[in-house]
């Protein structure tokens, strides 16, 4: 029988050890394909509440509609803007669809991706997907994640129409 010398035995625990202490932030819980992983490996910190406001602009007519038809589906590239008015300052842009999708009342799927071009969200996206009762006064939608600033985000956005196809949005969104 071979017998291990008590430095190598020393060796062997401590560097048992220390590969169970470097393995325990990058795999955490291990359950067979899903395993947690520390937020600081990616750079994440406190998470934040953020609130923001800006109006949608849906042009579906004109010389440069914003919104064209597909079949029963419409395609949009909005302006996002800080004001209810079309020549206020654009801080976005809506990219995405919305499609029928009630047979008794008038009630939308809506897919969209706010990609913000100013600010301090400069080249973040917020992604929102859901149902759009467009004649409620308040529709609700979910926040489902997003892009740079928004890596992680969850939240809801409050709908409210404000006039002829403009639409203010307040969302509100945690993100880190």
Known sequence: MARISPILA???IISSLFSSFVMIPVSGENHGFVGSIDPK???LQKEKLSHIRLFWHDIRNGPHPSATNFGLVRMFGNALTEGPELSSKLV?????????AARKKLSLLMVQNFAFVL???NGSTISLIG????????RELPVVGGSGAFRFARGYAEATTTGNATVEYNIFVLHY
């Open 41 to 43: 490996l990616f750079g």
């Open 119 to 121: 600010g301090k969200f």
């Open 92 to 100: 976005g842009r809506a990219q995405g669809f919305y499609a029928s």
């Open 131 to 138: 149902r759009n009762s467009i004649f409620n006064k308040v």
């Open 10 to 12: 020393f060796q062997l």
